[in-house]
């Protein structure tokens, strides 16, 4: 069974500071990605990765960062938390040749900026 | 990416079979549809996907018609452990790695 894990299932921080959520997979994917999930606004993709060092925007990347340094791994950075990124995070991988939209997702951070 | 609509939540028993419909009106010629499971504090886990007449697998079958404008998702006799919520997708069908999560649909089994 292909299995995703996020670093963390709950986490507060602070305004202001720079938050990491790690996001690894052990089924060699080479698609990742990112999506925060809100009440009443479903999943939104706020960036993926195509491989390595490949990374592309998704609908809502604006105050986050990736990392793709590892096939297996997938950084999500805030570089300054605002209280509006409070949210569930979710991480899933893909893999690619095939014709499915199957994500596999890990259980998500729940994440709380005060 | 053609939105979707999807009823906000569908009760049931166990044992009955579930049918959940979703709307999509604006598909395009090569989008697939896709349907999701979610369980509370759970990531989504995929059940099924098709582009038109019938799909079955172990767990659903996925009914579209002629016109695609619709699909309907059948969970035959469901249980307790059916309750969560539903998402129905529309994705482009070369471009696997973007599609429109909705809202989804709770549905509710009671024993």
């Known amino acids: 069974d292909v299995k995703v894990t996020q670093s963390s299932r709950y986490l507060v921080k602070r305004t202001g500071e720079k938050v990491f959520l790690e996001c690894v997979q052990d089924m060699d994917h080479e698609n990742m990605f990112w999506y925060r999930q809100d009440p009443g606004l479903g999943l939104r993709l706020i960036y993926f990765s195509y491989d390595v060092k490949m990374k592309e925007k998704g609908d809502i990347p604006e105050g986050y960062s990736v990392s793709r340094e590892k096939k297996e791994r997938f950084s999500l950075i805030l570089e300054s938390a605002s209280t509006n990124q409070t949210s569930m995070y979710l991480c899933?991988?893909?893999?690619?040749?095939?014709?499915?939209?199957?994500?596999?997702f890990g259980p998500g951070t729940r994440l709380t900026v005060t | 990416l053609a939105k979707t609509t999807q009823p906000i939540s569908m009760d049931s028993y166990e044992g009955q079979e579930v049918n959940i419909t979703c709307s999509h009106n604006?598909?395009?010629?090569?989008?697939?549809i896709t349907w999701y499971q979610q369980f509370p504090s759970q990531g989504p886990r995929f059940i099924i996907q098709g582009y038109k007449t019938k799909v079955t697998n172990e767990v659903a079958s996925l009914f579209i018609p002629a016109d695609r404008k619709s699909s309907t998702l059948s969970l035959p006799r469901v249980s307790l452990s059916d309750t969560a919520v539903y998402y129905c997708?529309?994705?482009?069908?070369?471009?696997?790695?973007?599609?429109?999560f909705g809202s989804g649909t709770k549905l509710n089994v009671k024993p």
């Open positions: 997708l529309v994705g482009r069908r070369y471009n696997f790695n973007k599609f429109y």
């Open positions: 899933a991988s893909r893999q690619v040749g095939l014709i499915t939209y199957e994500q596999y």
């Open positions: 604006n598909i395009a010629t090569n989008d697939y």
